[in-house]
């Protein structure tokens, strides 16, 4: 197995991909190929102290770079020696199992959709972070970001990709699908999540997912389904919405801890469950967010990402690679083509 990481990419590259492909490749003993400026790859490991390349690690030299505000279609075919879309070209030439960058989103996606292809049949990538919820597990959100105005045909593709990803990724059995919705009736919602709603109820009776209906926003992180399938605007919204609610909370709860002298003392007593929750909601241990739908993994890390959130996200893509379920995601695509097609005869 061997991972690809843009260096170039994120608000701290190259310091940031660069050292957390390091520590990466010491913790996980996982081949590395670093992809940027060679130059600025060197500069950073002499800024450091480090004379050697660690054992497993390479540089692919790559000259251009891919801004955050560059137009992603224009980056992807007129930026192909960047290091985002080197990388990309890469990974689609089976040089590796897998991509992490935290260079542009829309990019990022334009070029995973037309270098390393969608799987056969799926009409949309989808960004599917997987966020704790309080059952102790965690729920998928798809989309949340990636595609902000959807078909019908698109959410219950999400679905599929949702409930294979669960499975492999969390071992569930029969993960529970939901719709967001304003309210838990079919009747609920616009056009779009209606008729979703009827797809997604179809596959379920076909035995494709277990679509248990729609889901409110505020249910999500109570842990009332194991997937939820919505647009991406809808999904950004809901995603950043909890996001916001766990730092406010989180910021509350200091100020008031640090309040008087016995809310000190009560806090000797909890630091260590409090630490446990902000460690479980730092996108830094998670490390980034797969496109699901895309032949091979490729993550996008956040922006910001430090060297500790990009050595978490080769361990994201190593599962991502080791879990892959894109041949039994296009086998799923076949039989609910071939059940349509029964069912109109």
Known sequence: MRIIIDAMGGDNAPLAPVMGAFAAAKDFNVPIT???????????????????????????????V???????????????????????KMLSEDQADAFIS???????LSGATLIVKRVKGIRRAAMGPAMPNKKGGKTVFLDCGANAECTPEFLLQFGLIGSLYAKKNFGLEDPKVGLL????????????????????????????????????????????????????????????????TAMFMGSMLKHKVFKGFWAKIGYLFCHKGVKEIKKMLDYREIG????????????????????LAFRNAVKQAMDAAKNDFSAELEGDLKRLTVKENEDDQ
């Open 34 to 64: 670093l992809v940027g400026r060679g130059e600025k790859i060197l500069e950073v490991m002499r800024s450091q102290g480090i004379s050697d390349l660690p054992e497993g690690v390479e540089i692919a030299n790559a000259d251009e």
């Open 66 to 88: 891919v801004d955050m505000h560059d137009d992603p279609a224009t980056a992807v075919r007129k930026k192909k020696n960047s290091s985002m879309m080197l990388g990309l």
């Open 102 to 108: 935290a260079g542009s989103t829309g990019a990022l």
């Open 181 to 244: 919705n304003i309210g838990t009736e079919d009747t609920k919602g616009t056009p779009l999540q209606k008729e979703a709603y009827a797809l997604l109820t179809d596959a379920c009776e076909k035995g494709l997912l277990n679509f248990v209906g729609n889901v409110e926003a505020r249910d999500v992180p109570l842990g009332a389904v194991d997937v939820v399938v919505c647009d991406g605007f809808s999904g950004n919204v809901l995603l950043k919405s909890i996001e916001g």
């Open 288 to 307: 980034g967010t797969q496109f699901l739908g895309i032949r091979k993994p490729v993550i996008k890390a956040h922006g910001s990402s430090d060297a």
